[in-house]
């Protein structure tokens, strides 16, 4: 076993990651400093004028191999990725589910990647944590593509990136996060970064997809915690709606979609309570009167369609990062 | 073979005896007991053919007794064998090991109680005592023939695993009561833990894995308590590790229920904390601040308040999600803790027991939540125990009494005792010996523990089986030690 044989390993992991100077891995947003994640936002807000040109690509990667490797489907966030690799010029590998077993030891994985010469490896796994086993194994640099319900930084860092894109500041804000917090690791990494911006953050959800209070203000203690998505609304900056599965009903976590939108979907007239200026952010499949109703879908189009292009610009700005430039 | 063990601090708690003295043993068994007050023997020859083992500011204890050990042969030999499993044993200062029936096939009838005991007759370092499965495959259907078992040798029935038929436990129990011997109850719900990768709280909240809520256990010990208060069987409830079943057994016990309750060291000393590793700490600090972060973590590093943890042992070693915290039940809060503390130091709960799981690398190396649930304990036991009688929360008499009297009071047997005419199953170790955690030199096959690179304090030095040296740290009691430093016990004897 890795950590019982080599304990250094782990604390050399640790020093690095706190480490902002020369970054090797990207796990989540819980070490990163404030002038990290703006100096990151810095540099995607030139890799998005890149991918405006036309001619999208920059040689900053050249000759490097970057490699994917998904356990668990999720498409949108492999192409963003793969996309920002190849717009930086790299070779990028796809290291597919259908070649790997879902039991095949996680070590040794990393261990044949880093052999072939991959430089910098992107994972996404189903189970929380699956990127920090890695990271003990894989000399290269390493980013968390998301990680069960844990953390997802990048998409995170792209809904930061959004709201400054599109309000301009990211200071003082009062954000409301609304939905199936408990099983969203974009939500997790989202307090870690809006809470290191300053940001005032509420929770809005049913328990059953929250859990109890205390654990989170244990964690994040300047967090609000909130039932109530109208009394939620009042003032805020920007409003995230996490996606809801339907895997939430068949568990029996809620009765019926219906009545979830009824009581934390979002309608134009509640949000007639934030600030006149409030962003809806939206990382997924928007359902139609389930977490927000057609109305307010037709006036947000746009961010959303703007946050998967904003996605990619974070996530060459976090490659470029780690490779070293 | 004769040995003299000479000017160890001998605690038998059975006889309420702390005193610094002289062990003899001949021919397997104790033979004398010799305070140092009775200056006599000083002046007495010692013959030629009794190996003086000096043990000056060493512990000489009985021989420790684990309840609950996971001996894995047979069928799966490549966790652990009961070579092995005795071996380590040995080394972790344990005379008695109880085999758990989850081998393959599970110890359910009466030829496997005797293939296992002949086995460890044969090759094992220490006595084991095999348990019998409650139900055939332990499948949870139908009762084993548990009154063969007994004539066989079982000293009590476990499944190892939720039994979830209330009904079937009523029989189980009533049928038992006849036997006289203990039902060792693992208290889930797996309903409520489904999919559980931790202790469900504010750690497992910070790192997205599902939790595993107190709740879960306390319920299955209210409903076998109940149960062994309808049918008047010995319910004894493995591994506690809530302060709300700790609360239940000590109501229990006030109304006279026979029920008995073991806790592992692990539970008593490491918390959910250790999950995070080196992601700490648990709550969000202001980045921009660092000079607030760094005076936060130099006072933790002393006294570790908000942990309950002596401040020696160190979470941020391990990296985050170290599967080797995996453990069933999970490391628990702080407050589950103290509450295991509190509940064995006023007899809530009667006995330490290693839970030690043996599991191969490949059990461990995979995603947090897959990685199956286990630490290899015996050989750190004594180790992380005594860290609560360094920091005070125990006196060491009543300590060596959970690992000894304690466990054999549960199992119906005469306590393990330096009385002489005893069998010389003898512990022997020294309290203060500071060494540090490292699992490739471990006997056991399982290396799987989260303590590797920790410091503990207190370590077995020598271990007699039957009168028998098993185990043997280095050269140690040869020499005559007299420019040895005095026995530094005194200020954690206690006051008895």
Known sequence: MSTATTPKSATTTAAAATDGRRRRQLLDLDDCARAEIADILETAAAMKELLARSIKQAPALRGMNVATLFFGADADTRLSFELAARSLSANVITAGEQGIQRGESLPSIARTLYALGVDLLVVRHDEAGAPYLIAQHFGGGLINGGDGHHAHPTQALANLFTIQQKLSWLDHLKVVIVGDVLHSAVARSMLWG?????????????????????????????????????????????????????????????????????????????????????????????????EMMPDVIATTQAAIADQITNAVAVRMAVLYRLAGG | MRYLIKNGSIIDPARRIATIGNVL???????????????????????????????????????????????????????????????????????????????????????????????????????????????????????????????????????????????????????????????????????????????????????????YPAAAEELRIARDIALAELTGAHVHICQVSTAGGVALIRAAKERSSRISAEVTPHHLTLTDRWVLGALGPLDQHDNDAPSRRETRSRRRKKTEPGLGLPGWLDPTLLSPFDPNTRVSPPLRGEEDLEALIEGLRDGTIDAIATGHTPLSQADKECAYRLAAPGISGLETALGLVLTLVHRGEMDLVNMVAKLTEGPAGVLGRAPATLRPGAPADITVFDPDHSWTVDPSTFASRGRNTPLAGQKLKGQVMLTLSNGQIIFRRGNFGVGTGALQQASKLEGILGND
């Open chain 2, 25 to 211: 043993v001949e021919d397997g068994k104790v033979t004398r007991v010799i305070d140092l007050a009775d200056l006599a023997m000083e002046h007495q020859p010692i013959a030629d053919d009794i190996e003086v083992i000096n043990a000056r500011g060493s512990v000489i204890a009985p021989g420790f007794i684990d309840m609950h050990t996971h001996v894995c042969e047979t069928g799966e030999e490549h966790r652990e064998t009961i070579v092995t499993a005795t071996q380590a044993a040995a080394r972790g200062g344990f005379t008695t090991i109880c085999a758990m029936p989850d081998t393959q096939p599970p110890i359910d009838h009466a030829a496997m109680v005797r293939q296992v005991r002949q086995i460890a007759r044969r090759r094992g370092a220490v006595r084991i005592e095999p348990l019998g499965a409650i139900t055939l495959g332990r499948a949870g259907q139908s009762l084993t023939e548990m009154a063969e078992l007994v004539e066989a040798g079982c000293v009590g029935f476990s499944d190892n695993g939720p039994l979830d038929d209330p009904a079937l436990m009523r029989n189980v129990l009533a049928y038992a009561a006849m036997l006289e011997v203990p039902i060792m109850c693992h208290c889930e719900d797996p309903r409520l833990s489904r999919d559980w990768a931790m202790h469900e709280g504010a750690v497992s909240t910070r790192l997205g894995l599902p939790g």
């Open chain 1, 194 to 290: 809006l809470g290191t911006m300053g940001a005032q953050i509420v929770l809005c959800a049913p328990h059953t997809l929250l859990g109890p209070a205390t654990f989170w203000k244990a964690v994040w203690p300047r967090l609000t915690i909130s039932t109530d998505l109208e009394e939620c609304l009042v003032k805020a900056d920007a409003v995230i709606s996490l996606p809801l599965r339907n895997e939430r009903i068949q568990a029996g976590l809620l009765p019926s979609l219906r009545e979830y939108g009824r009581f934390f979907g979002l309608t134009a007239e509640r949000l007639q309570r934030a600030a006149p200026h409030c962003l809806v952010l939206h990382h997924g499949p928007v359902r139609e009167g389930v």
